[in-house]
């Protein structure tokens, strides 16, 4: 079946704009997950989802990030107000269920953004 | 503070010789453990997770990895390695310090070169 997937692949944007990332996530995943990776490090978390409401946005680093699913199934990560620091792969990811702890997640390709 | 550590940032090994890719954890409660692989310029691939039983976790490619509670690690292995294997490899927990949230805790990541 489909897996998650991003667009878009590359967003090249230049200081001070604002960005939409959209995910698509897997067929009937109640749970969706937002990390960023900044190049030679781990995914750190930004936000987590279970059906429409944002169970966790601890991750969010500030007030410029914000991310909606509004239906329970596609999800976007909005930036306002872009900065350079915020260049960095953003992935996303669904699972089955979100509470159980061992539900797992499934990323997607990620898009990359690049603040000029 | 909960938190996963890679200690090698690069593993080499031959082609058909095992493979060991190290990682240690810290959280409150039992741990729920996962392995991810990543390949350039491509999303996270889910390898296998441990929850609970068995302390020997069987999972995609033909990869292993051995939960020891008492060392508090999660190694990941492979009896004979194929050059294709060669990719970014990442050790993740759940965090447990709440109920509500779905977040994944990264290490930093190993590469492993696998050399014909």
């Known amino acids: 079946g489909a897996g998650v997937s991003q667009t878009p692949s590359n967003k090249v944007t230049e200081k001070g704009k604002y960005v939409e990332l959209r995910c698509d996530p897997i067929?009937?995943?109640?749970?969706l997950y937002w990390y960023r990776q900044s190049l030679g490090q781990g995914p750190e978390f930004l936000i987590y989802?279970?059906?429409?409401?944002?169970?966790?946005d601890s991750g969010l680093p500030n007030d410029r990030f914000f991310a909606v699913r509004p239906e329970g199934s596609v999800s976007t990560l909005k930036i306002q107000r872009t900065e350079r620091g915020d260049s960095a792969v953003y992935l996303c990811?669904?699972?089955?269920?979100?509470?159980?702890?061992?539900?797992?997640?499934?990323f997607g390709p990620g898009t990359r953004l690049t603040v000029l | 503070a909960q938190s996963v550590a890679q200690p090698e940032d690069q593993v080499n090994v031959a082609e058909g010789n095992p493979l060991t890719v190290k990682c240690t954890y810290s959280?409150?409660?039992?741990?729920?453990l996962f392995w991810y692989v990543q390949y350039p310029n491509r999303g996270l691939q889910f390898l296998l997770k441990?929850?609970?039983?068995?302390?020997l976790v069987k999972g995609s490619y033909g990869f292993e990895a051995e939960f020891n509670k008492s060392q508090t690690s999660f190694h990941l292995k492979k009896p004979s390695a194929l050059v294709s294997d060669s990719a970014l490899y990442f050790c993740?927990?759940?965090?447990?310090?709440?109920?509500?949230?779905?977040?994944?805790?990264f290490g930093q990541g190993t590469t492993l070169q696998v050399k014909p």
């Open positions: 990811a669904s699972s089955p269920r979100g509470l159980p702890r061992g539900d797992t997640q499934y």
């Open positions: 067929s009937g995943h109640t749970a």
């Open positions: 989802f279970q059906g429409t409401g944002a169970a966790d």
């Open positions: 959280v409150s409660g039992n741990p729920y």
């Open positions: 441990y929850i609970t039983g068995d302390n």
């Open positions: 993740a927990v759940r965090d447990t310090r709440s109920s509500n949230t779905g977040k994944l805790i």
